[in-house]
């Protein structure tokens, strides 16, 4: 039976924050965990000895603290030379964290497990679709795959196609080759949702690709536009036995995006926060969401930006929710003060001083959660109209089932200001109305605006007029 290690690294750093991601951040699974973590319920049904080394993840952030990735990547390296001999090996990876000091850490990551298992040995990895792709990462492996939705609805199906194409290598004895063709194109996952056009047609273009005999897998990068790094830029990722065939497919999606390139759009209406605001008082329905998108946690921002509470306050609104705020030390003044209790706060403004400043409220505790799995301590403050949430620890707000939890009824409130970009499909599905507030934060969706210095130029929309040909 073939021996296959497996696990990785994931996560997305966002390199214009002022912040650092280090160890507590990260989720880590060892041995029998992982194998039961539920991330991999494919592999029972695989002819495999599937061998879990150690996965790591933590919630997009700012970039990983130099000795919190050495320290990981020690660990995997040292379970992986204590698996060998191995035929595979398979990488559970993101594809878009940046590490203090070190661009490429997924190169990075790939390189030192090539090493050690030697150049006989087959690696598949898969990644999100928001990943930034190097030739250097590419050529340590033998294939990978992608997402192929944004949001990510296809997580299972990606992982368990990457050990697929592992086994089927495997067993008929092939070394496939990729193709890697960087596109010149930088974009937010706003405005690249596949639930919308033109991605939506883009990513359908795949399925032409899984038809040709001589490929495995074709998946198109949007990459991930908050990283100021010479990677950073979409990519067409081709693994197959034929050379010319994947730089057909490769040519024919990388020019597809790039034709689209003016086309990309948010998926719902987009303006300042006031200009949102507004429109969702005007409209007649209750249960309109906005999203808080520059400060989105999910993304890499903080989540401690407290500009769409002071906006909400500033325009009066009659009722709505922030979710939400972090701030460790507000919510222990809160349990102080307790349930009911009047508290005068300073909110946010700590993690990402350099794009928000903290906000003086007053109001009432009006709900203490104890210890939420993701949030930790968890209080509510009603302000006027406006009742803000905040968090021990950064918590996405993903699901209507978070603001049931506080025994809150989002729907019922005009305004659920939202720490996100595109709405997630649960809030999706929920929200009467959706728009999307162009707020300040480490992911500014104003891409022009924002300070690169170090990606490959030019590049599309840095360097609007510019031509290009695919390969
Ligand atoms: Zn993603």
Redesign the pocket.
Known sequence: MKRIGFGGIAT?SCTFSPAVTALADFTLLRGAALAESGRYPFLSDMAGQFLPLLHARALPGAPVAAHTYQNIKTEFLTRLQAALPLDGVYLDL?GAMNVAGMDDAEGDWAESVRQIVGPDCLISASM???GNISERFVAAIDMLTA?RT?P?VDVLETRAKACRMLMHCLAEGRRPQITRLPVPVLLP?ERTSTEYEPAAAIYAALKASDQRPEILDASIFVGYVWADEPRASATVIVTGFDEVVCWQEARRLGQLYWDARHQFQFGVPAGTADECIQQALAAPEDGIFISDSGDNPTAGGAGDIPYMTERLLANGVPSAIVASIVDPGAVIRCIIAGLGGAVALSIGGNLDPLHGERLSIRGQVIRLKEDDPVGGNIAVVQVDGVKVILTERRKPFHYISDFDQLDLDALAHKIVAVKVGYLVPDLKAAARRAFMALTPGAVNQDIPALNYRRVNRPLYPLDPAMEWQPG
């Open positions: 997305e993101h999100d679709l928001h997402y944004a990510h996952g």
